[in-house]
């Protein structure tokens, strides 16, 4: 599966090699929003206030995205933040003057020697890579100009509220042999209360980040040096990552879906009968050499479900047949893409693929998107959005099979009445999908689940069944992810609570703070009875005051705490302390374990 592996779709993120938007000629600005016209203007404005103040400067490229705009620069001044500053007074300067965008149509010989004149090297090199009987747009206002298609605000004086974020490194065309550019991140806002609301946003965001969280709360590392983009869970990490997997098998086993387990490489033909070789080599692992066979580290588990499926004669009273497996996958990703948990090289897919006939494609779909929701609502998501996407560019198969594979998912979301959207052309290149994206408590979509439709790989590897007249036929292979991919879901939950998870996911649900040494061997027998009640317990067995204790337990984010006193020994109770409640009174063991239970399960 090409599972899902991206980036936090809140505030900018800093990638050297994006190419999501890598050329004047892809710009597809035809369907600008008016918000989207409002800040690439506001991009245009921050390229002229650089012009001004770092005349040296050459302009790359300054597109609007979903959370703003950015502009690269070739300029031998470092950005500071400070110079931000002096950026923002300078656009405000410009904004306050009134000028007029205006579109100016030339030939691509005038445009070119425009650009050459003024030494924009960057704008020359992409001009050279239009048609010569193309005609050229650029925008002006003042005495700046900018190759663009438009579209824009009238003029400057409609720009009423922006703000500069941030500066990272970004490669000329995402080639690591170009030049490094420094790109400038902004966001603009038709006023000022938008714009505030989105800063608000951002800082909430910072404070929920998944890496600062998971530092504080010691869940995870990335190995920075010895292998990024290379997870190491951390026993807190590990112990919430075996609640999400319990559940996981659980739920899979109580929807019929058999557990398989496949290894982590083979041979470079599999990769070859499967069209990765041809359609995904980007994104994979260069081949290693075994024995004089070239071998590849996996970068998705779909083939080798298929071998098991190829491992006997199946007839049509054997399908729909269902594997699952929590498979970790190794890909290709920058360095400069990489980005905590969410933008990995190796990660860990709740992978399934179901073998079944054409006439069982919908039905099947239904039954993923139930199991999809129920998942999800288990961690408190209950907000969706619904994309189709439908067939790429760059595809395989018949169109008579991405009709049947199309038509199919399209009726499984009208069944359960689902909304979502046409995504065009956004489909993998064997077959079109759904993603599903999740609404967090702040209110960020994050792409997570995906049911993907397969005509490619069973007829790639020759899978059949015997259908009900002894004849052969070829299965259809839906794949499908629930969480896109462990590490992934991690960081978006760590995100979603700000590291204060529900008690049953929590890494440590019980602390127990004795408050003196005499209390230790009290506090020994509570968490033994915790423990074997099912409980995540630990110990405070610092020699800190009480007060330090609890704070430490609250920063830890702990569900509950449970405070020993020589009262509560003589008594034979703790005194219990919620996270979110304070303090809730003595009581004995047994009813602390009695009233928390349902919260563990």
Known sequence: MEGVTGSSPVGPTFYTNDKNIEMFEEEKTEHYSPLERLRHSTAHVMASAVKQLYPEAKIAIGPAIDTGFYYDFDVPHSFSPEDLEKIEAKMQEIVDQNLKFEQIEVSKGEALKRFQDLGEKYKVEILQNIPDADPVTYYQHGDFIDLCRGPHVNSTAEIKAFKLLSVAGAYWRGDEKNPMLQRIYGTAFPNKKELKNYLNLLKEAEARDHRRVGKELDLFSSMEDLGPGLILWHPKGARIRQSIENFWRELHLAEGYEPVYSPHMAKLDLWKTSGHVDFYQDSMFSPMEVEGQAYEIKPMNCPFHVQIYKSHTRSYRDLPLRYGELGTVYRFERSGALHGLLRVRGFTQDDAHIFCRKDQIQQEVEN??????????????????????????????SDEHWEIATAALEGALKSQKLNYEIDPGEGVFYGPKIDLKIKDAIGRMWQCSTVQVDFNNPERFELQYTDSNGQRQQPIMIHRALMGSMERFFGVLIEHYAGAFPTWLAPVQVQILPIADAQMDYAFNVQQQLNQAGFRVEIDSSSEKLGHKIRRAQLLKVPHMLICGNKEVSEQKV???DRKTGDKGALSVQEFIEQVKEETK
């Open 368 to 397: 993923v998107m139930r199991l999809t929701q129920k998942f999800l609502n288990r961690f408190g998501f209950t907000d969706f959005q619904l994309y189709l996407s439908t067939r790429p560019e760059k595809s395989v198969g």
């Open 575 to 577: 005194a219990w302390r």
